[in-house]
């Protein structure tokens, strides 16, 4: 259906909302019919914002709903890179700790105009996988998270977090250096910093992303890196993965125990690394959080 347009002082307007006449009564139309060649067709309906809807994989396209002219970015991140294996060395004078992996870049309640009709492309970033180097090696960083549309051209891109790496180590030589994975960078786009919504909301009220403030972005952090502790068989802690939305607890993975694994990243948060010593084997780094795309459509008047 095409914009539905109307005579205001002798000036064509687009049509946002359309009242009649019931019972004496003026009332909101949700839609408007008109023959065309005999046929009743629907010229104009009412639009009505929508729910926010959760994008967390893959790559795909959808269209802006006629009517609409903006859309509400509750929260997108991009991927969280991967973290390393804590590692074992016998008599090595040392253990060491696996580096997190960094944390995907973010953006929190942005609003960005765009066209109704239009396609839209959205990529959601992948976790990057932890890595299997002992002495040598790297995990897997996060991907790419963006939106583009078909007429607006680029919205918003992130990058997704580092991944953590070691070298230079070997069985009962040297101790290896740990590399944590850095944050993503934001290419955050034009956003609104002002408007009201047809229904009245004003757009600076939204605040119930991730860091609770509007028009918010920001690049990704970097993951932990507790390194080597000393002495052969000392203990020592899997390092953190870096915490995604400007430090909202609980993304970014937990560092394994000396006995106990190390926990997977979540929301663009960074992996988290393995421990040492465990008796002759450092305990396995972990995944980064895949990144996702809050979203919902709105007009604003």
Known sequence: MANTYGKVSGTFQEIVNAYGKVSGVWKE???IYGKVSGVWKLVFAAFTPGSIQTLSSGSGTFTVPQGSNAIHIQASVGGGGGSIKGADYDKAGGESSGAGGGSGAYISDRVYTVTGGETLTAVVGTGGSKGTGAYNGSSGAGSLTSLTGANTGSIFSLAGGGASSVSGGSVQGQLRSNTPGTGGTATAGTSLSSGTTIDGDNITSFTSGPTSTFNDSGNGATGGNNGNCSGDNCQINGSDGADSYS????????????NTPSTTGTQGGGGAGGGAENYGSGTGGSAGGAGEILFRFIRIA
């Open 247 to 258: 430090g909202l607890a609980g993304t970014g993975g937990d560092g394994g125990l000396v």
């Open 29 to 31: 139309a949700d839609e």
